[in-house]
Each structure stands twice: as structure tokens, then as C-alpha cells.
């Protein structure tokens, strides 16, 4: 039962351009929502997250939109650069409602942006 | 700010061993958590204490796998008799659950290979 949906394995795009990383979810009780960059043989690191009182966060090059009545999320990077070339992770949580805060992550995009 | 510090990097045990992983938190995080990261997916938790306590291990297999966290900092995770299907990348995070931001810090893992 996968909670966290992402249903492209992969996404390549060109340098400069926009990168659209898209997951759904399928819990409602998620009420934040974290992405991750993970390189190989290192531990996912934390991109930007939103909770379910915004629609819209920024932060530099990357957005992350969230449309809760479609249950779903995605991340624009503009613009896009060889060194985005890693495996995005969807993670989300239940966290402001207090249940718990453990995520539940997707199986990762391979984003690979072309020179 | 030192980082999630996790060893070994790497394993290789043979099935029906015996491993044990060790993680240290960054300093000051009541939180920390142990996921398993199987190969093409997400990282899954298994455990998840706060402080020295068991907020949640549903997904733990209790009957091979167990964890400890002793004075609420280090922690370990043992398994045996290790299967097969236990080659993943164990990883450990810790959080603070203060402020406004709930992201996660990850060590950059262990690799365990059991063949």
C-alpha cells in the first residue's frame, strides 16, 4: 500500500531549463510534505518542505506547489543544473495534527540534467 | 554543526549472522529514527525513539531485529539472524521537533549485504 506515490522513475532535462518532479499522496491525514536530494552512496538531504496551510513555498531555485484537493505535490527547479543530477524523494507527515512525525517517502525520481 | 554520524559504511555477512549498526545523532536532537532503504525504493522506518523511549516501531521486525537507545544520544540496531532479504541501506536521522520546520537529518548510511 503505498501512501506516497511517484510515478516517474526518471526525468531528464536539458540545463537551464525547468525540472517538474511530481508525487501523490494518498493519505489525508499528511499535512507536511519534504523533499529530499539524495547522491549516491550519501544520506538524503533535506531540499524544502511545505505544510498543508500554503499552497506554494520558494526557496532560490526550487518551488514546491501543493494542490490538497488533488492530493498532490510537485517541485519546479529554474533553473535546471548538472549538479541537480541525483534521486529526488517525496517524504511526507502527520505531523502538525500530532500524530507522529515519521515520514513516509516515495521511491525517488532519477534526475539527470543534460550539459 | 557535525552531522548524523552512522558505521560501519558498508557490511557483508553471510544469512543466519549477526550485525549490529551504530548511529550518533547531531547533538541536542530528541529525536532519532532508524529507516531501511531497500534497493529502487524509499527509505522505510523501522524505529523511532524520543529521547531513550519507543514512540513507534510497527514496522520493526521484532522477531529478528532490535534497537536500543541508551541515555536518550547513541543508538544501535542488531539483527539476527540476518536473511537475504535484509541487504538494504540501513539509515539513521535525528530531529529537533522544535520551531517551525520538522525536516529530518540523515547519516549517510550503512550498506549491509547478505548473502
Known amino acids: 500500500d503505498q501512501q506516497v506515490k511517484q510515478n516517474s522513475p526518471s526525468l531528464s532535462v536539458q540545463e537551464g531549463r525547468i525540472s517538474i518532479l511530481n508525487c501523490d499522496y494518498t493519505?489525508?491525514?499528511?499535512?507536511?510534505f519534504l523533499w529530499y536530494k539524495k547522491y549516491p552512496a550519501e544520506g538524503p538531504t533535506f531540499l524544502i518542505s511545505?505544510?498543508?496551510?500554503?499552497d506554494k513555498n520558494e526557496d532560490g531555485r526550487f518551488t514546491v506547489f501543493l494542490n490538497k484537493s488533488a492530493k498532490h505535490l510537485s517541485l519546479h527547479i529554474v533553473p535546471s543544473q548538472p549538479g541537480d543530477s541525483a534521486v529526488y524523494f517525496c517524504?511526507?507527515?502527520?505531523?502538525?495534527?500530532?500524530?507522529?512525525?515519521?515520514?513516509?517517502f516515495g521511491k525517488g525520481i532519477t534526475l539527470s540534467v543534460r550539459p | 554543526e557535525a552531522g548524523v554520524a552512522q558505521s560501519p559504511r558498508y557490511k557483508i555477512i553471510e544469512k543466519r549472522q549477526s550485525v549490529a549498526f551504530w548511529c550518533n545523532p547531531i547533538s541536542g536532537h530528541a529525536t532519532l529514527y532508524w529507516y531501511q532503504q531497500i534497493l529502487g525504493q524509499g527509505p522505510k522506518l523501522l524505529i523511532q525513539?524520543?529521547?531513550?523511549?519507543?514512540?513507534?516501531d510497527s514496522q520493526l521486525p521484532k522477531d529478528r531485529f532490535s534497537a536500543e537507545r541508551l541515555k536518550g544520544v547513541d543508538s544501535t540496531l542488531k539483527i539476527q539472524p540476518a536473511k537475504l532479504e535484509d541487504s538494504a541501506v540501513y539509515l539513521c536521522a535525528s530531529s529537533s521537533q522544535t520551531g517551525t520546520t520538522y525536516e529530518q537529518y540523515f547519516g549517510p548510511g550503512t550498506r549491509l549485504t547478505v548473502t
Open positions: 517524504a511526507a507527515s502527520a505531523i502538525l495534527t500530532g500524530a507522529n512525525s515519521k515520514l513516509t
Open positions: 493519505n489525508s491525514m499528511f499535512d507536511y
Open positions: 525513539f524520543q529521547n531513550n523511549g519507543v514512540v513507534d
Open positions: 511545505i505544510s498543508s496551510i500554503k
